[in-house]
């Protein structure tokens, strides 16, 4: 392999590296908090975009579940117990 076929190489597996950093980032953590608060996928999806993922995780954290996400829950626990 000659030096330029090996930078390229490299270069293509920084590039898809990078690209897995900011689908999990950008697409899969928002995706799954918000899913798990019963909140809106897509919505924070779109807000982790223009706000950047350090303050969407903090938004959602700070929001925690969704008033349908503990109704469901409460009679979930009342049900079973």
Not at 18 to 28: A, D, P, S
Not at 64 to 74: A, C, E, V
């Amino acid at each position: 392999m000659n030096e330029d076929t090996l930078s390229a190489t490299l270069s293509l597996i920084l590039l898809l590296v990078v690209l897995t950093v900011l689908l999990c980032l950008y697409i899969l953590l928002p995706a799954k908090m918000a899913k798990k608060r019963g909140r809106s996928t897509i919505g924070w999806i779109a807000l982790f975009w223009v706000i950047s993922p350090l303050w969407g995780t903090i938004a959602l954290l700070v929001l925690g579940d969704s008033k349908k996400k503990l109704k469901q829950d409460l009679s979930k626990y009342l049900h079973d117990n």
